[in-house]
Structures are given as structure tokens and as C-alpha cells.
């Protein structure tokens, strides 16, 4: 026992010693430039500095304009993808909101209405009821009825299309990938960084040579769209695929299956529930794009939303944010009920006895059809029915900024001299060469020497890069809003855990923080507490909150109840239940919550640029802005590895843990 | 490269009147602001008067020169003098992109006041009046200096500079997007409360909100490039911002393709005056961009029939 206390005190003392260190050399690297005359302490010596941007900005340049496969260039083969990738979008398009016509401008002639809006509601309510039961027929038939009553359709019907696009060729091209992965090791080997850099570059930073590969308009943005949502795809099927029972594959090689018959008869099927977990977190990613591909020609709801607030419509935003939200509640709910959905017995009788759904959403697209020639009502839903909020939001807007005010701002200011500036002055002052050495030897320590040596060199690249200061910035802002949300996520999660009532609602509201697209709460923040870091560090603790408060809230229930029954007989109070039985044993599932939260919060960077940051985010948007593409790939990477090295770092923690609890 | 557009321009007078324009569509950019959406719709719809198709769609302000290069995009209604001439010049320069003439908007960008600030700085709108009372604009970051909201630093402005070299007692702090930018004004607006900060015209701001832009010593060219110019003679920027046009950008296949479209769009002008109309109805009173475009039509056909190439 008590080598076991001295083991934990060196180990406190090597970290008490390290964080010394940093601090005093933080502290007083200047001092120590001037001292020594060494400004090189300070900033990475400008002649070292490796021109990485212009070496990408060349390599892109070539790809894009000069590399070819002798018989086309590379820029062919990406525009005849584009064209395949057109043909159902534009089928989707017309279909859902724009007709069939042949011929173009005054010479078009309308072959086919699009679907009513009414078919469109009764297609939802009958998948709905297909897929579960008439409870969620009957909540996502109220999503798209909103889409309808608040003027939405029409956005929402192009933004519905792409998503339409976008997931199969996500699901379906993650699912390949992973079976691949699943059957080539060496292909899982090579996938595994590609899919890290694939989560991790922000998407601004690979926008620009999308546009010129694909394209101008909706397209690219399907692409952007589906590099994003893809990666969960391919490593939930990597997981599923590698979970099945080793019996089960036993009796498939027993009846003499071939290897396709394996895959397709046996691996998948059994899989299934949680290969759809990987189908829905492409659902949910495809929506968060929404907004960021409307930049780039999607249009639909994302435009609506950015058009809404460049005019200070608050109330516009809102509505327009809330069309995505329930769009997502409607896909999320109803493949949730596919992957629980069981096989049922296939009906027998005539063809209306066996679909009687199929049958029923017929009658309804063909009835509204021809109701629809005849009352325009039917077809479209009328301009004049549709309500909206007006300036109710603007004036509740008004009425908080004018009596909150003071307030909020004394608040801020405390928070800001109190914790932030500290924080930043410590981050910011760390000279380089130390900062490469210490992220070395945390990653050494935690995570074993490989992990080390691989961190040291990611932080060197950054250093090179000439981008030191600002990923200081970055660590700064990001290590703030992580610290605030995992205080406030976590007593969240444990109290959504704890009783089931307040847990619906508070995962709700986590559910739409994350859907709703974080520009509709950006404005309202910037117009309560001015541009500037605290406003920046609001918006990304908003958005990071969900995955505390979700994995604590897993953590604490998925706790063995033989072990809590145990905890009850020794006589523990429900307090002492919970942080000597609950807590403990939820660790790894808080630390894979930290996991996740430190990821979102990196992946806010570039929206938090928009409020006026110097990080990395907003080295990446200027390069946007600018056209520059090898400047946001170099800062794009960096992001991406300050995002690796937290990753592995506390993945290393969380195993850790496991072992120590024998899990 | 300008010889380029030059030898294009020639090359525009010499095809013949009769030319035909080919029955694809032109395809328009639209950005995220309601002015682009105006004075793209509008071109859009006279271009459908004159018989050519067209199509709409939604790309980003800078990114939009990748397509127009390529053709993918053909043309862009709005690309302004202070935040986009750069990215302008660097695409006429690749030679796929051609330079269409002025819109008859002039853009105007300089430190903007609200009318109650009168009160407490006798003096404004001259520049050393706001110098003199910039403390009432500090706040806890920024004390004892005042704040200055800036563009996002994308846009230029040389604020920084001019801060430097007028000696002001400001310090600037750039908002990363326009949005951010006019969501503190109208938050300090509503409570009255001090603010300077960078505003462009056109805009709906100025017929939403009372104030004024401050008089800084005039803008000169040698200013900007000469330190010994102005008043403080080791320093360039002592002086306020150009004005300057904004610009219609096309794909340089354009004026092959639709040689009497390229014409129409080549007379295409309107005044900065009509132009905040219909932006204040559209983002003030809530109408939509459509029925603003057509009332306005409707009440200059005179104007708009002339535009189309006979």
C-alpha cells in the first residue's frame, strides 16, 4: 500500500514540477529574450520558417489544373463525379420542389408539378409508421407541418434533397470503406490518419480546391458535405464488423459461405444495430453542414439563416436554425426506429392487403396531384397562412440587452480578468521550443514514447509553420471553453441520469444545441457581450456541452447494478453512492465525454473566427476569403493535430482507467 | 492584363449587331447580402426581358472568382472596390475573367457615429472632436483607450495605421464578420450607448439607424503612399478612406456567348440613392426581393429598356 502512495506522489511531483516550469518560463520568457538578447525564445526565427503553405498552394495548383492520368486530367475525372453526383440531386430537386419541365427560360413547358406539400407530409407519416409506430408518425408528420406553417418549405425541401444525396452516398461509401478496412488490414492501417485529418481539418480549410474539382454550385457542397459526415460511417462499421461473434462466423464458414456471402449474409445482417448508430451520426454531421455548404451554392435553409442575420433578423434566424432542428429530429427518430425495427412476417393477400401503406401514400400523391391542378392551395401551401414570429424575438432581444445589460457585463468582465486573460497570458508566453518539449513529454507520459515523438513533431510543424502564436490562442480558447463545459455538462449528465424526467428534457435541449446551427446564437451572444473572446468562448461552450452531458449521463446509468445493490448493503448513503460508486466507474465514459467535447470545441474555431478570434480559425477563414489554398490546408492541419494529440491523450487516460477498474 | 479586357472590349464592338445569344443560361451569383440579391435579380430580370435565360446561384463573395474563372459562374454583380478589388485584379490577370464596368454604386466605407453621440463629443463629426472624447468609448478591455470596432481584417481599411498615425487615442478591434459587426451597433443602439465603428454605404444601417460619418482629413492617393504627405509627415494613412466604384465581374467567355446579354450588362447602372431604397424596403419593411425588383421596374421602364443592346 504504501509503494503504491509513493507512486502517486512522484507522479504528482513530476507533474507539479512540470507545470512549474512552464509557468515560470511563461511567466518571464520575455524577460529572458531581453536578458539573453535571444528573440528567437520568443517567435520561431522567421529564416527557418518552412514555406509549407506555398509547397500545398503549388501541389493543389498542379492537382487541380495540370495532373492528368494521360487520357484525362484529374480535374475530368472529379467533374464527371460532380455530373454522376447531379443527375439524383437534380431528380431529388425536381421532384421535391421545383417540377419537371423541359426546355429553359420562356421556352419551358412544365412536364409535372413537384410533390404537394401535403404528399410529401403523408410520404414522412407513412415511413413513420412503417418504420415504428403512429407516435413517431405523428411527431415527425408536426416537423415537416412546421417547415410548412412557418414558410420553410421551400428551403427546407433543397436542403431536404441534399441531404437525401449526401446521406446514402456517406452511408453506403463508409459502410464499403469499412468492410474493406475490415477485410485488408493494411487498408485499415492507412485509413486510420486519413480518417483522424478527414474529422479534424476544419472544412473552410478545403473548400476552395472542392469548388474548382467539382465545380460551382450544389455539388461541391454535396462533397464537402459527405468528406464531413463519412468518417463516423467507416469506423462504426470497422467496430460493428469486428463485434460480431466469432460463432456466428464459425457457422457461416461451417455451411460453406463464400467470402461475398459472409459479408453480405452473415457480417452485415448481425451488425445491423449498430451499423445504423454510424448511419444516423451521418444523418446528424450532414445537417450540421448545412449552413457552411450554403456558402458554397447549397442554398436552401443555411442560406436562409445567414441571409436572416446579415439583416439583424433575429427572429428569421431562429426560425430558420429551428427548420434545420426539426429536420434532424425527424431523420434522427425515424432511422432510430429502423435500426430497432424488427423483421416482421410478410403480409399475405392482394397487393393492397400487403401494402397497405405503399398503398395509402399512393392514393394521396395522385389525389393531391389532381386536386393540386385544380386548387393551388393543395399544391403549395398558402403564402397567407403561414405565421412567424415577426419581431417577437427581436424585442425580447431588445428588452435583454437594455435591462441586462450592466449585468452581464460586470459578469463578463470578471470572468474575463479573473480566468481568461490569465489563462491566455500563460498559453501565449510558453516560448516555442519548451512548448514542443513539454507536449512531447505529456504525450510520453500518458501515452507511452511513439505518441511523444509523434506529438513533439506535430507541435514542431505548427511551430515552422510560422502559426505558433496562434494555436496558442487556439489552446487557450479551446482549454477555457472545454474546463466551463465540462463543469457545467457534467453535474448535468449525472442529474439527466438520475432522474429520467429532467434527463428527457435537458437531452432535448443538448440535442437541439447541437443541431441548431450555431451562427442563429452567435448574434444574439456578439449583441450581449461585444466581439471578443468571451463572446467566442459562449458560442463554443454552447456547442461543445452535449457530448459532457450525454457520455456522463451514459456513464452514470451503464454502471452495473450488481455493484450499486453491493454499494446500498455496505450502507452508503445515495451520496456517497454516487461519487464513491457511480463516478468512479463512470470515468472512462467522462473521459471519452472530454474526448468528444475537446473535439467540438476545435471544430468551432473557424465559426468562432466570425466573432472576431486570432486563432487558427481564423487563419483558416482569412485563407478561405482570400482564395488561398495552401494557407488553409497548413492551418487546417494544425488544427488537426492539436486535435490529434488531445485525442490520443486522453483515449490513453481513459484505457488506463479501464485497467484500473478491471472493466 | 488591363490590355486584356481592353482587347476584349474591341473585339465586343466589332461582332455584329446581329449577333445571337445562345440560348444557355447566364449563370448569376448570389451572395448573402440584400443589395447583391437586388442588383443581381434586377439584372436577371431585364436580361429575361431581353430574351436570354438565366439562372441564380449562391456562392461565397471571394470564393465565387474560382467558378468565374472556370466558367461555372458567368457573372457577379457586385464585386466593390475596397473588399474585393484585389481578388478582381488577380482573376482579370489569369485572363479568365473580365471586368464589366462600373455598377453605378459608389462604395463608401469610414468610422461611423450614431446621432446621440453628438451630445457627449461636442465637435463631431471632425475627427479630433472624437480624438478628444475617447474616453467615453473605453471599455474594461480596452481602458484608458476607446474602442473602435473594425471591419473584419480581411477587408483592408489600414484602421490600424491610421490609428498610429492620426495619434488617436482608439484602439481597434476588428469583428470577424459583417454580421457581428452590425449586431453591436444595433445592441449599443438600443441602449444608447457609446460606439464607433466601421460602416459602408450602401447599407441599411444608415437608413435604420441617425448618425454620421467622421470628417477625417481627405483621402489622396499620395497620402496612402507617401509618409511626408498629410499631417503627420512620417506616416502614411493620416487621412480618411477612398471611395470607390463597385464593379461588375464576368466569366471572359461571356461576351462570345452572349454578345447582346454582355452589352445589356455592360449598360446596367443605377445610383447609390435608388439602390438604399429598395434595400431599406426589402430588409426594413420586409418585403421580398422579388416584389421590390419588380415595383421598381415597373416605375423605370424608360431606365431599364435603354440598358437592353438594340
Request: aromatic share 10%.
Amino acid at each position: 500500500m504504501s509503494g503504491f502512495a509513493r507512486h502517486i506522489t512522484r507522479s504528482r511531483l513530476f507533474w507539479a514540477v512540470l507545470f512549474l516550469a512552464t509557468w515560470v518560463l511563461s511567466q518571464f520568457s520575455f524577460q529572458i529574450y531581453k536578458a539573453l538578447d535571444a528573440r528567437w525564445i520568443i517567435r520561431f526565427p522567421k529564416k527557418y520558417q518552412l514555406n509549407f503553405d506555398v509547397v500545398v498552394g503549388d501541389f493543389m495548383d498542379w492537382l487541380v489544373n495540370t495532373a492528368n492520368f494521360w487520357l484525362f486530367t484529374f480535374r475530368d475525372m472529379t467533374r464527371a463525379i460532380a455530373w454522376v453526383i447531379e443527375i439524383p440531386y437534380q431528380f431529388l430537386r425536381n421532384l421535391l420542389i421545383e417540377g419537371f419541365q423541359t426546355g429553359i427560360g420562356d421556352t419551358a413547358v412544365q412536364i409535372m408539378p413537384s410533390l404537394s406539400w401535403i404528399a410529401v407530409i403523408g410520404i414522412v407519416i407513412a415511413i413513420g409508421q412503417f418504420a415504428r409506430d403512429w407516435s413517431l408518425a405523428a411527431l415527425s408528420g408536426t416537423c415537416f407541418l412546421y417547415l410548412a406553417v412557418f414558410g420553410q418549405w421551400e428551403s427546407a425541401m433543397i436542403t431536404l434533397a441534399s441531404v437525401l444525396v449526401a446521406v446514402p452516398i456517406g452511408a453506403i461509401g463508409g459502410l464499403l470503406l469499412g468492410i474493406l478496412a475490415y477485410r485488408v488490414h493494411w487498408v485499415e492501417l492507412l485509413l486510420r490518419p486519413i480518417l483522424d485529418l478527414m474529422q479534424t481539418v476544419p472544412v473552410f480549410a478545403y473548400l476552395v480546391p472542392i469548388l474548382i474539382l467539382f465545380g460551382f454550385g450544389p455539388v461541391a457542397a454535396l462533397v464537402a458535405t459527405v468528406i464531413y459526415a463519412m468518417p463516423p460511417m467507416i469506423r462504426v462499421t470497422i467496430v460493428a464488423l469486428k463485434g460480431v461473434p466469432k460463432e456466428l462466423l464459425e457457422a457461416g464458414r461451417m455451411m460453406g459461405a463464400t467470402q461475398r456471402q459472409m459479408t453480405w449474409k452473415v457480417l452485415v445482417p448481425s451488425a445491423t444495430p449498430t451499423l445504423m448508430v454510424g448511419a444516423n451520426q451521418v444523418i446528424m454531421l450532414t445537417l450540421n453542414m448545412v449552413i457552411i455548404a450554403s456558402m458554397i451554392g447549397a442554398g436552401g435553409l443555411g442560406f436562409d439563416v445567414l441571409a436572416s442575420l446579415r439583416r439583424l433578423d433575429i427572429g428569421g434566424g431562429i426560425e430558420a436554425g429551428l427548420a434545420i432542428v426539426v429536420m434532424a429530429i425527424a431523420l434522427d427518430r425515424t432511422s432510430q426506429a429502423f435500426s430497432e425495427r424488427r423483421m416482421m412476417h410478410a403480409r399475405s393477400g392482394t397487393f393492397l392487403n400487403r401494402h397497405p401503406w405503399t398503398s395509402a401514400t399512393l392514393v394521396i400523391v395522385v389525389g393531391t396531384f389532381l386536386l393540386g391542378l385544380l386548387i393551388p392551395a393543395v399544391q403549395t401551401y398558402p403564402e397567407v397562412l403561414t405565421i412567424s414570429t415577426g419581431t417577437f424575438w427581436s424585442s425580447t432581444m431588445e428588452w435583454i440587452n437594455v435591462n441586462f445589460f450592466d449585468t452581464l457585463d460586470a459578469l463578463k468582465t470578471m470572468l474575463l480578468k479573473g480566468v481568461l486573460l490569465p489563462v491566455k497570458k500563460f498559453f501565449v508566453g510558453i516560448p516555442w521550443l519548451w512548448g514542443i518539449f513539454v507536449t512531447g513529454l505529456i504525450a510520453w507520459r500518458i501515452a507511452g514514447w511513439k505518441l511523444g515523438v509523434i506529438a513533439a513533431l506535430m507541435m514542431a510543424f505548427i511551430a515552422a509553420s510560422g502559426l505558433w502564436g496562434k494555436a496558442m490562442v487556439t489552446l487557450y480558447l479551446c482549454g477555457v471553453s472545454v474546463f466551463i463545459a465540462v463543469l457545467i455538462g457534467t453535474p448535468l449528465g449525472i442529474w439527466a441520469a438520475q432522474k429520467p424526467k429532467a434527463g428527457r428534457v435537458i437531452l432535448a435541449v443538448m440535442d437541439t444545441l447541437q443541431t441548431l446551427p450555431s451562427f442563429v446564437y452567435l448574434i444574439p451572444v456578439v449583441m450581449l457581450f461585444r466581439v471578443g473572446d468571451f463572446s467566442a468562448m459562449i458560442a463554443v461552450v454552447l456547442y461543445a456541452l452535449a457530448p459532457a452531458v450525454r457520455y456522463a449521463a451514459h456513464g452514470i446509468r451503464e454502471v452495473p447494478p450488481q455493484l450499486l445493490e453491493a454499494g446500498r448493503m455496505a450502507g452508503c448513503t445515495p451520496r456517497q453512492l454516487l461519487w464513491r460508486v457511480k463516478l468512479p466507474l463512470a470515468m472512462p465514459q467522462l473521459l471519452l465525454g472530454l474526448n468528444q467535447t475537446i473535439m467540438l470545441a476545435l471544430s468551432m474555431l473557424v465559426i468562432t473566427a466570425l466573432v472576431g478570434t486570432r486563432d487558427l480559425g481564423q487563419e483558416v477563414y482569412i485563407a478561405l476569403t482570400k482564395a488561398n489554398a495552401g494557407q488553409g490546408i497548413v492551418a487546417g492541419l494544425s488544427v488537426a493535430f492539436i486535435a490529434i494529440i488531445a485525442d490520443r491523450i486522453v483515449h490513453a487516460l481513459s484505457d488506463t482507467q479501464k485497467q484500473r477498474l478491471g472493466l | 492584363m488591363k490590355h486584356l479586357s481592353v482587347l476584349t472590349a474591341a473585339f465586343l464592338a466589332a461582332t455584329p449587331l446581329m449577333a445571337k445569344d445562345s440560348s444557355d443560361p447566364i449563370k448569376l451569383t448570389l451572395h448573402d447580402w440584400s443589395g447583391q440579391l437586388i442588383t443581381t435579380t434586377l439584372m436577371g430580370e431585364v436580361l429575361k426581358k431581353a430574351g436570354n435565360n438565366v439562372e441564380y446561384l449562391q456562392a461565397d463573395y471571394i470564393a465565387q472568382f474560382a467558378g468565374l474563372k472556370t466558367g461555372d459562374l458567368h457573372l457577379a454583380m457586385e464585386i466593390w472596390e475596397t473588399t474585393g478589388r484585389e481578388a478582381l485584379d488577380e482573376a482579370v490577370g489569369t485572363g479568365n475573367v473580365i471586368n464589366m464596368g462600373e455598377t453605378g454604386m459608389i462604395a463608401i466605407e469610414e468610422w461611423w457615429y450614431p446621432a446621440y453621440m453628438e451630445e457627449r463629443c461636442p465637435g463631431l463629426p471632425d475627427w479630433k472632436a472624437l480624438n478628444d472624447c475617447a474616453q467615453e468609448f473605453a471599455t474594461a478591455e480596452t481602458a484608458p483607450l476607446g474602442r473602435y470596432l473594425g471591419a473584419p481584417v480581411t477587408w483592408g481599411g489600414f484602421d490600424d495605421e491610421r490609428v498610429e498615425a492620426l495619434g488617436m487615442d482608439f484602439e481597434v478591434v476588428h469583428a470577424g464578420t459583417d454580421a457581428a459587426l452590425f449586431a453591436e451597433l444595433e445592441a449599443a443602439y438600443q441602449r444608447k450607448d457609446p460606439i464607433v465603428l466601421w460602416v459602408y454605404a450602401p447599407h441599411w444601417a444608415l437608413t435604420k439607424y441617425e448618425g454620421s460619418f467622421v470628417e477625417f482629413p481627405p483621402y489622396s492617393v499620395e497620402c496612402y503612399n507617401d509618409p511626408s504627405v498629410g499631417m503627420n509627415v512620417d506616416a502614411a494613412y493620416d487621412c480618411g478612406k477612398p471611395t470607390g466604384p463597385i464593379w461588375k465581374a464576368a466569366w471572359s467567355g461571356l461576351p462570345d456567348q452572349w454578345p447582346n446579354a454582355a452589352k445589356t450588362i455592360g449598360n446596367f447602372n443605377i445610383s447609390n440613392d435608388d439602390m438604399s431604397a429598395m434595400v431599406a424596403d426589402v430588409d426594413l419593411n420586409g418585403k421580398s426581393v422579388d416584389d421590390v425588383v419588380a415595383a421598381w421596374m415597373a416605375d423605370n421602364e424608360a431606365t431599364w429598356q435603354s440598358w437592353i443592346a438594340q
